[in-house]
């Protein structure tokens, strides 16, 4: 696969012509980790210092990405999503049409903190349902969600929680509970990925994460549950619609 040292154009553009072209059809998939360096300079009979300045434009142009200790990938298309929406990870990876799957990381009763109790409008110490998952799509990871329920109020929901693919469908076929799209708060910010966060979503430790804390209310404005939603700033493009 070598290059062609008589065109006018540098070598290191022809060579991401060629990585391209391999991504296009599909020898390259999103996730997928490249040749490394080494592979790359036998592959196409070319310098080190070609190889860098192409995956260096490459990263730049956000086809590539880089994770410490573990090589360069293909990026992922971000996805789009309407900030303002309150729909659960289910429904929303249905209107994407794409393949959705959840593993629980945790899910047990505590006592609620002061925080929770104050968003649940509940007393402090009361049983609360913390319910951590980690959600995929198309078999890769995409985001954490911990979910925090009062258990005063959803009695028996650890038992229920699983008994529908989403959990609103629980809540709303279980317990009666209805919600409205327009009534939920979000606080909405950037932090970096810690060491557990990286290993789960498969990113580099320091990884810019957005972080979502929402509260979603029924249609009587009560506290449904309170929610953090850590996402890599590489996976998703949040709109606003004005």
Do not use: W
């Not at 109790?117 to 349902?129: D, F, K, N, R």
């Not at 029924?218 to 890599?232: A, C, L, N, R, Y």
């Amino acid at each position: 696969m070598k290059l062609n040292n008589a065109s006018s154009l540098p070598l290191y553009e022809q060579l991401m012509i060629n990585i391209k072209d391999e991504m296009d059809k599909g020898v390259y998939k999103a996730g997928d980790r490249i040749p490394n360096e080494a592979e790359l300079c036998d592959l196409y009979s070319v310098s080190r210092i070609t190889v860098r300045r192409a995956i260096q434009e490459l990263v730049e142009e956000g086809l590539l990405e880089r994770k410490q200790g573990k090589g360069t990938f293909v990026s992922r298309k971000k996805v789009a999503r309407e900030l303002i929406t309150v729909e659960g990870f289910s429904d929303f990876s249905k209107q994407l049409g794409v393949n959705s799957s959840k593993k629980v990381l945790e899910c047990k009763e505590i006592k609620a903190t002061k925080q929770v109790a104050e968003a649940l409008q509940i007393e402090v110490g009361s049983p609360v349902l913390n319910l951590s998952r980690l959600m995929f799509i198309d078999d890769m990871p995409f985001t954490i969600d911990i979910v925090h329920y009062s258990l005063i109020r959803f009695p028996k929901l650890m038992e229920n929680i699983f008994e529908y693919e989403s959990t609103y469908d629980v809540l709303k076929n279980m317990y009666q509970v209805n919600m409205q799209k327009t009534s939920s708060t979000k606080i909405l910010t950037a932090v970096p990925a810690s060491t557990t966060e990286a290993e789960y979503l498969d990113c580099d430790p320091g990884a810019m994460l957005f972080n979502i804390d929402k509260t979603v209310f029924d249609d009587q404005g009560v506290p449904i549950h309170i929610s953090t939603f850590k996402v890599p700033t590489t996976h998703i493009a949040f709109t606003i619609s004005t």
